[in-house]
C-alpha cells in the first residue's frame, strides 16, 4: 500500500510561470490536506480538500494559489505568477477522515525554488 | 505568543543518552501529534496523542491535558535519531494542525 505520494519532489520556476504540486492520497483516504513550510520556518496549514469539495481554504493566500481535488485523480496545488516568496516545501496529507481516531500520513514534500 | 510551543528548539547529545521533547500548546485540542523530518526528507508521523502515553520501540510521548503539555522521550539515544521533532495540535480532528517551530536534535556518535 504506497503512502501518500506527491510530484514533483524538486520543481524550478522562474518568477511569473505556473507551479503545479500533485499529492495522490492514500488508498481510502478522502481528506487531503495542504502544508507549507517556507525556509528557517515552521509548517503552516493552507487548505483542507474532500473529493471534489474545498472544505477549508483559511490558510490559503488570497491570490495566485489555488486547490482542487477531483473525482479522478491526485489533489493538485496551483499556483500562478510565481514570485521568490513562494519558495518553500509543500507537504500534502491524508487521512480517511477527521475523526479523532484518525491518524494523519505525509507525503515526502515538493520542493519548489524560484529563480 | 505561538500556540505551540517547543523546548528546547536545539538540541546535542551523545549516544545512548535519554532525550525530551517538550510541547506546550494554549488552545483546546483534539489531538496531538509528534512528527519527524529528517534534513531535505519527509516527514514522518511518529505519535498521535488524546491522552495518556503512548510507546513504540525507543520512543514514548506523554499528553496532559489539563497541563497542555506534551513531552516525546527517546531512549538509547542512536545518531540516526537525529532529525527535526515537531508537535502539532489539532482543534477539529486532523484538518488545519497548528505546528510547533520544531527541536533540531544532534546525537553525536
Known amino acids: 500500500n504506497a503512502g501518500v505520494m506527491q510530484n514533483p519532489r524538486h520543481l524550478v520556476r522562474r518568477r511569473g510561470q505556473e507551479a503545479r504540486l500533485r499529492c495522490s492520497p492514500m488508498k481510502g483516504h478522502s481528506h487531503v490536506y495542504w502544508y507549507r513550510q517556507l525556509p528557517e520556518e515552521g509548517l503552516k496549514f493552507m487548505v483542507y480538500?474532500?473529493?471534489?469539495?474545498?472544505?477549508?481554504e483559511s490558510g490559503m493566500p488570497k491570490e495566485r494559489f489555488s486547490a482542487e481535488f477531483p473525482k479522478e485523480g491526485p489533489s493538485i496545488l496551483r499556483i500562478q505568477q510565481v514570485v521568490r516568496g513562494d519558495s518553500a516545501a509543500y507537504f500534502c496529507?491524508?487521512?480517511?477522515?477527521?475523526?479523532?481516531?484518525?491518524?494523519?500520513?505525509f507525503g515526502e514534500g515538493s520542493w519548489l525554488t524560484v529563480v | 505568543k505561538n500556540e505551540v510551543e517547543q523546548s528546547p528548539q536545539n538540541l546535542t547529545a551523545q549516544e545512548g543518552e535519554f532525550i525530551t521533547i517538550n510541547c506546550s500548546y494554549s488552545?483546546?485540542?483534539?489531538?496531538l501529534h509528534w512528527l519527524q523530518q529528517h534534513p531535505g526528507g519527509g516527514i514522518v508521523s511518529l505519535f498521535m496523542l488524546s491522552s495518556g502515553k503512548k510507546k513504540h520501540g525507543r520512543l514514548i510521548a506523554t499528553i496532559n491535558i489539563q497541563e497542555k503539555h506534551s513531552s516525546l522521550h527517546i531512549t538509547a539515544s542512536h545518531p540516526r535519531d537525529s532529525a527535526v521533532y515537531i508537535c502539532a495540535v489539532g482543534s477539529q480532528g486532523a484538518q488545519k494542525l497548528v505546528f510547533g517551530q520544531g527541536t533540531r536534535l544532534t546525537i553525536n556518535p
Open positions: 480538500l474532500q473529493k471534489e469539495n474545498i472544505i477549508d
Open positions: 488552545v483546546g485540542i483534539s489531538a
Open positions: 496529507a491524508s487521512s480517511p477522515s477527521t475523526g479523532t481516531g484518525n491518524t494523519i500520513y
